[in-house]
T-cell receptor, first 114, second 110 residues
Framework: DTAVSQTPKYLVTQMGNDKSIKCEQNLGHDTMYWYKQDSKKFLKIMFSYNNKELIINETVPNRFSPKSPDKAHLNLHINSLELGDSAVYFC?????????????FGPGTRLTVT | RKEVEQDPGPFNVPEGATVAFNCTYSNSASQSFFWYRQDCRKEPKLLMSVYSSGNEDGRFTAQLNRASQYISLLIRDSKLSDSATYLCVVNRPGNTPLVFGKGTRLSVIA
């Protein structure tokens, strides 16, 4: 009965590889997000989707490409991984409306690039 | 000036103490305010919303001062289980997501 789930939980990979992180929510929310939390613990928005449509794309390298096959899923694909991509990536969702009200976070994916 | 700034912490307090966290935000048009809690190696979770008139939830009291663009969280009778990082969160006007502060770390010591 997990509300927001992410896979994998841990991901260790080498520079230059391409990897994907998957996110699913069963809350019936329309809006989903990807956040990056770096080693300094700063949580920063990367992307926001509403009903499968991209609505927010913060300053993120185009090596990062989100995909939303339906409103319950938001995946993140990362090409040509770099050392600086090492971080915890959180998926989140929020109820209908774009005002960014209470957000429900997934458990996070800890990405380590070596 | 950062959009959301918080006390850097860490705060190390004994059980039973009262502790207060402060937060300032830069965008005067912000309308929604929250405190989230993040345990070590876990995801952030909503602790409480912050209303203009101030609000209380058990041992936790949140206050908002729009004139000073200041938010506070007061925890009374601290428990060991309150040890976590507390994130001040503010919305930007329009269709934009929430902005998270860097967080203040609290350690409650027996």
């Amino acid at each position: 009965d997990t509300a927001v789930s992410q896979t994998p939980k841990y991901l260790v990979t080498q520079m230059g590889n391409d990897k994907s992180i998957k996110c699913e929510q069963n809350l019936g929310h329309d809006t989903m997000y990807w956040y990056k939390q770096d080693s300094k613990k700063f949580l920063k928005i990367m992307f926001s989707y509403n009903n499968k449509e991209l609505i927010i794309n913060e300053t993120v390298p185009n090596r990062f490409s989100p995909k939303s096959p339906d409103k319950a899923h938001l995946n993140l694909h990362i090409n040509s991984l770099e050392l600086g991509d090492s971080a915890v990536y959180f998926c989140a969702s929020s109820p209908p409306g774009l005002a960014g009200y209470e957000q429900y976070f997934g458990p996070g994916t800890r990405l380590t690039v070596t | 000036r950062k959009e959301v700034e918080q006390d850097p912490g860490p705060f190390n307090v004994p059980e039973g103490a009262t502790v207060a966290f402060n937060c300032t935000y830069s965008n005067s048009a912000s309308q929604s305010f929250f405190w989230y809690r993040q345990d070590c190696r876990k995801e952030p979770k909503l602790l409480m919303s912050v209303y203009s008139s101030g609000n209380e939830d058990g041992r936790f009291t949140a206050q908002l001062n729009r004139a000073s663009q200041y938010i506070s969280l007061l925890i009374r009778d601290s428990k060991l289980s309150d040890s976590a990082t507390y994130l001040c969160v503010v919305n930007r006007p329009g269709n934009t997501p929430l902005v998270f502060g860097k967080g203040t770390r609290l350690s409650v010591i027996a």
